[in-house]
T-cell receptor, first 114, second 114 residues
Framework: AQSVTQPDIHITVSEGASLELRCNYS??????LFWYVQSPGQGLQLLLK??????LVQGIKGFEAEFKRSQSSFNLRKPSVHWSDAAEYFC????????????FGAGTRLAVHP | SAVISQKPSRDICQRGTSLTIQCQVD?????MFWYRQQPGQSLTLIAT?????????ESGFVIDKFPISRPNLTFSTLTVSNMSPEDSSIYLC???????????FGPGTRLTVT
């Protein structure tokens, strides 16, 4: 069965610092991978996705993620964090068997210090 | 992308009653999904809403408790029946576009059962 692990429940960084949020997945084939962000009281916004091809993918808001098959990882990065990046971040894996239902990780809550 | 609206945005309901949540998208989509996000938790898929056929439910969710309708390619409803306080959650609708495997989420319906 597919699963997604986000090892860090809560991360705090200073504004301007770099950020890396970890995501590990379990899936038998090449997965469809996603990162979403949820701001307080908001729905989920798609940051970026990986289906195939270049393993370094660029997303919105200056985020990028790198797919590493050997490590079953899809970590999210940003070189310089802004206070507005404080939110909950979810990694998800898509089921490529016919339709794309998503399995979500537990989420990582990001706090940004001024 | 797709623009998704949900009604109501929030509600407070009494135990034993039912609430129907509507999801409207601004374009035709192949798949619509309903997720539940319990307080402080990640998202769990309830069911996939198929146009013209019965919804497909995930393990732990049943049609009698969460009946779903999908009358056309832009609209779906989820009913939470015979509610108990344990049903207090955010319910989110998502859609998958015809041209990609990306999923976009509505703003969610925050349900509190007293």
């Amino acid at each position: 069965a597919q699963s997604v692990t986000q090892p860090d429940i809560h991360i705090t960084v200073s504004e301007g610092a770099s950020l890396e949020l970890r995501c590990n997945y379990s899936y038998g084939a090449t997965p469809y991978l996603f990162w979403y962000v949820q701001s307080p009281g908001q729905g989920l916004q798609l940051l970026l996705k990986y289906f195939s091809g270049d393993t370094l993918v660029q997303g919105i808001k200056g985020f990028e993620a790198e797919f590493k098959r050997s490590q079953s990882s899809f970590n999210l990065r940003k070189p310089s964090v802004h206070w507005s990046d404080a939110a909950e971040y979810f990694c998800a894996v898509g089921d490529s068997g016919g339709y794309n239902k998503l399995i979500f990780g537990a989420g990582t809550r990001l706090a940004v210090h001024p | 992308s797709a623009v998704i609206s949900q009604k109501p945005s929030r509600d407070i309901c009494q135990r034993g009653t039912s609430l129907t949540i509507q999801c409207q998208v601004d374009s035709q989509v192949t798949m619509m999904f309903w997720y539940r996000q319990q307080p402080g938790q990640s998202l769990t898929l309830i069911a996939t809403a198929n146009q013209g056929s019965e919804a497909t439910y995930e393990s732990g969710f049943v049609i009698d408790k969460f009946p779903i309708s999908r009358p056309n390619l832009t609209f779906s409803t989820l009913t939470v029946s015979n509610m108990s306080p344990e049903d207090s959650s955010i319910y989110l609708c998502s859609v998958q576009t015809l041209s990609s495997y990306e999923q976009y989420f509505g703003p969610g319906t925050r349900l509190t059962v007293t």
